[in-house]
């Protein structure tokens, strides 16, 4: 099969297309011919030797959601057959034409959604559903902060609090990114101003702080989330865009009896990636289903053009995913 191979460590030019085995599926997996994959900011990572692929992933084929057709089903694999349209995560190798997957860590995709649109869903949703709704329990009626609304994660959160009844402000690097996250369900945006925008956050919610909030961004972003916070606010940490340091006030994290939680999804055991997706099956396909929600892509590139869509997506002028085709 083709694959997408990373040759060394380095910029978007070390992606290369090449030919590598086949892989066979062993007890309780089964085989998917990939149709598209997405591009994330752990596959940049990868290559540049920043973020190295989990044990049970190939360590020189990146890529981490998908969307296709069972070719090939092992043993014990439950009621999967030949043919069945199935989207998911994996720790790796989703730049290829064919992948290895658990029989349990994937679901069916929806008839309306076609594999393109499937392949910008599973990363951005299952991470958003599982820091916001899973992890910090947001509910009708309140309000979660979402950083870089723009982007595949948070387009997919903005859609997630307008289906379960919550309300969203959202900040972005550019008033045109925000003005493009209306549609989706966003109440209220922020363009922050030298890294700070707690107080017009606030402004932009009646005058109160926030319930939730979805920390893409990280860095000083963090003691700003702190300032718009409501006593007994949650905070999932989920990106570190902006940098992995931050100085905070410890007091006010008391004093506002503050939850900070810090989240992952590709670091996590295979059992728990399990859980993750039957949640994201039970709770999440059937709004695709029904198109209460929707995949938000951006840009499409063929396998053979990966490097392409890394130099786009590093730009960060892009809004939704930037999606490889693979198949038909």
Not at 16 to 38: Q, S, Y
Not at 305 to 313: G, I, K, L, P
Request: charged letters at 20%; hydrophobic letters at 50%.
């Amino acid at each position: 099969m083709r694959a997408i191979v990373i040759t060394k460590p380095g910029g978007p030019e070390v992606l290369e297309l090449k030919e590598v085995a086949t892989p066979e599926p062993a007890r309780g997996e089964v085989r998917v011919r990939v149709h598209a994959t997405a591009v994330n900011r752990a596959d940049l990572l990868q290559r540049m030797g920043a973020y190295p692929a989990p044990p049970d992933a190939p360590a020189d084929i990146p890529g981490m959601e998908f969307a296709g057709e069972i070719d090939a089903v092992g043993e014990a694999a439950g009621e999967w057959k030949l043919g069945d349209r199935v989207f998911g995560l994996a720790g790796g190798g989703t730049y290829a034409e064919q992948l290895v997957v658990h029989a349990r860590a994937i679901a069916r995709l929806p008839e309306r959604v076609s594999f393109h649109e499937g392949a910008a869903v599973p990363e951005a949703f299952i991470t958003a559903y599982d820091a916001m709704v899973t992890q910090a329990g947001l509910a009708a009626g309140e309000t979660v902060l979402i950083h870089a609304a723009g982007s595949g994660v948070g387009t997919a959160a903005i859609q997630i609090a307008r289906a379960i009844g919550a309300r969203s402000v959202g900040t972005a690097r550019t008033q045109a990114k925000l003005e493009r996250a209306r549609p989706l369900g966003l109440d209220a945006g922020v363009v922050p101003e030298a890294g700070r925008f707690a107080q017009q956050v606030i402004a932009a919610n009646g005058g109160r702080g926030v319930d939730v909030v979805l920390e893409l961004v990280g860095g000083a972003y963090v003691p700003e989330d702190f300032l718009c916070m409501q006593t007994g606010a949650r905070l999932m940490l989920v990106g570190l865009l902006a940098g992995a340091r931050a100085d905070v006030d410890l007091a006010m994290l008391l004093r506002k009896r503050l939850v900070v939680r810090g989240t992952t999804l590709r670091a996590r055991p295979l059992e728990e990636k399990i859980l993750a997706t039957q949640v994201f099956a039970r709770s999440i396909v059937p709004l695709f289903a029904s198109g209460a929600l929707a995949p938000i892509v951006d840009r499409a590139f063929p396998l053979a053009e990966a490097a392409a869509a890394h130099a786009y997506v590093a730009s960060n002028e892009g809004f939704g995913k930037v999606i490889l085709t693979v198949g038909a």
